[in-house]
């Protein structure tokens, strides 16, 4: 009589007992009691989720008034170029680097000694083997003599020439030689009595003589002449006209933020369509289009031409014989899209 009368009541007290412990925890500590739910760890409290899928989010109470750590930054807003990502990866029609097209001819172009031309103040500062680029103050006849016919039946005048002095002769810079040929903007190409820079080049001159770049009767001119002048490869070529967007006054002047992105659309389409014709005329693509090397001439806020610049070999890249318009033009307004300009500004 007393098991089948007290045992149901002290499991009722027991059941009452533990009701009122658990409804006194901690919620946190109700959580992980309670039956038949699941939680995940959440730095914003834990996500409980019950037998049929359902998800409620409890907020753990504070342990610390003081955090152990500053709470981190909110997450950065995301970017304006985040569903255009860059592609700098080679396509898939690029066969080899120009360069390695050159031939035994090609190599010949730094043996002429060039005489009867002065430079004039410099152009632009020096690049990655370049020592600057200068204008020119007057040239002779002799010189003119050794123009290329389209370039004599211009019937230039010194302000349209401009002198690339190299730091040294490689492979690359013969290679910029051919495709300035190859595009028109080719003039000259030799070795110049200059001012004897600080850096003796006359060593690397030497090793040109090794790899048959540099004639070896040039050297020895170099040696047995004054020692305050040096014999420097140099390239004469083309001053073609315009400036770069971003030095024509009215970008610089212009406010409105969508006038330029159209002015920078306007010349990235211009200047693909340029980069297209010579690739699939020539066979090699130049691939070292940022906003220096475009040439713009506008009218006020409208582009009229563009021309292309700086046709070194380290960036140009022979292609294949089945590649399309598409193919050039794809990969072009994908590589040199307006935020890319505007990411370099």
């Known amino acids: 009589m007393f098991y089948t009368t007290t045992i149901p009541y002290l499991f009722a007290l027991w059941t009452i007992g533990f009701t009122i412990l ?36 409890l907020s753990a109470p504070p342990l610390m008034t003081t ?67 200068y204008s020119v103050a007057s040239f002779d006849p002799s010189f003119a003599q050794l123009f290329p016919p389209s370039i ?52 690397k001159m030497k090793r040109g003589i090794r790899d048959g770049k540099v004639r070896r009767d040039a050297v020895n001119y170099s040696l047995s002449d004054d ?40 010349t990235l389409t211009m200047m693909c369509d340029r980069v297209g014709k010579l690739a699939l005329e020539h066979r090699f693509v130049h691939r070292d289009n940022i906003i220096g090397n475009i040439l713009v001439i506008n009218e006020g806020s409208k582009i009229v031409d563009v021309n292309i610049i700086d046709w070194g070999g380290k960036y140009l890249s022979s292609i294949k014989d089945d590649v399309t318009w598409d193919d050039l033009m794809g990969w072009c307004h994908n590589r040199w899209a307006v935020y890319v300009w505007e990411d370099s500004l």
């Open 22 to 57: 658990v409804g006194a925890a901690p919620l946190a500590v109700r959580a992980s009691m309670a039956t038949g739910l699941q939680s995940s760890e959440d730095p914003q409290g834990p996500i409980l989720t019950n037998n049929e899928g359902g998800q409620v989010r």
């Open 67 to 133: 955090p152990l750590s500053p709470p981190p930054p909110p997450p950065s807003p995301p970017s304006s170029n985040a569903s255009r990502p860059l592609s700098f990866v080679l396509p898939k029609w690029v066969t080899a680097p120009y360069p390695r097209s050159l031939k035994a001819v090609d190599m010949e172009v730094f043996n002429t000694i060039l005489q009867g031309i002065t430079l004039a103040k410099k152009h632009s500062a020096m690049g990655n083997n370049n020592a600057g680029v």
């Open 152 to 203: 004599s039946a211009q019937n230039i005048d010194p302000s349209r020439l401009l002198v690339k002095v190299l730091k040294h002769i490689d492979d690359d810079m013969v290679a910029e030689v051919k495709a300035l040929k190859t595009v028109g903007q080719f003039v000259a190409s030799g070795l110049l009595k200059l001012p004897t820079a600080r850096s003796n080049e006359l060593g």
């Open 227 to 266: 020692d305050s002048f040096e014999l420097k490869p140099v390239i004469v070529m083309l001053k073609m006209p315009g400036k770069p967007l971003t030095h024509t006054p009215e970008f610089i002047s212009e406010k409105n933020l969508e006038t330029k992105r159209q002015m920078m659309s306007d």
